[in-house]
């Protein structure tokens, strides 16, 4: 269970990320882009993902995009956690968070992968909220598909 006080510091994690925005740009060349919206309240996010040469390692992850610092905060996270790792890695990464977003806020994230990403624990209470924080791992899960299916 997470106490008051490091729920109040996640939040203001969430919050500066929303506006620091980590990766927030366009690449000069990606591997994959995808577009993905949450209907339900209109967030938007485009995410390009780019590899190092002949290797399945990221190089950079970048996005762009409008919506709740939620969905911008996550997208932010994500884009500083995804360089270095392979695609393997990083679809591990996304499943935990995935995992951690499905559990309520029950248990305890695993920090060695999620790093900064544990932060939406808390999220992970609201489900109409769930989504905003899901949108830039969607969009970066069908990256990692676009680029699977291209080699």
Do not use: K, Y
């Given at each position: 269970m997470?106490?008051?006080a490091l729920a109040g510091l996640y939040q203001q994690v969430i919050l500066?990320?929303?506006k620091l925005r980590t990766g927030f740009g366009q690449l000069d060349e990606a591997d994959a882009e995808r577009?993905?919206?949450n209907p339900s309240c209109g967030d938007e996010i485009t995410l390009q993902l780019a590899l190092e040469p002949g290797t399945d390692r990221v190089r950079s992850l970048a996005w762009s995009g409008?919506?709740?610092s939620i969905s911008q905060a996550s997208a932010s996270v994500?884009?500083?956690l995804a360089p270095g790792l392979?695609?393997?890695e990083l679809q591990s990464t996304i499943d935990a968070f995935r995992e951690m977003m499905r559990s309520r806020g029950i248990g305890d994230p695993d920090e060695d992968v999620l790093g900064d990403a544990v932060v939406f624990q808390g999220v992970s209470k609201f489900v109409m909220r769930v989504k905003c924080a899901m949108l830039a791992w969607v969009a970066a899960e069908g990256c990692l598909?676009?680029?699977a299916a291209a080699r």
């Open positions: 997470m106490s008051d500066d990320h929303s577009f993905e919206r409008a919506g709740c994500l884009a500083g392979t695609t393997t598909a676009d680029v």
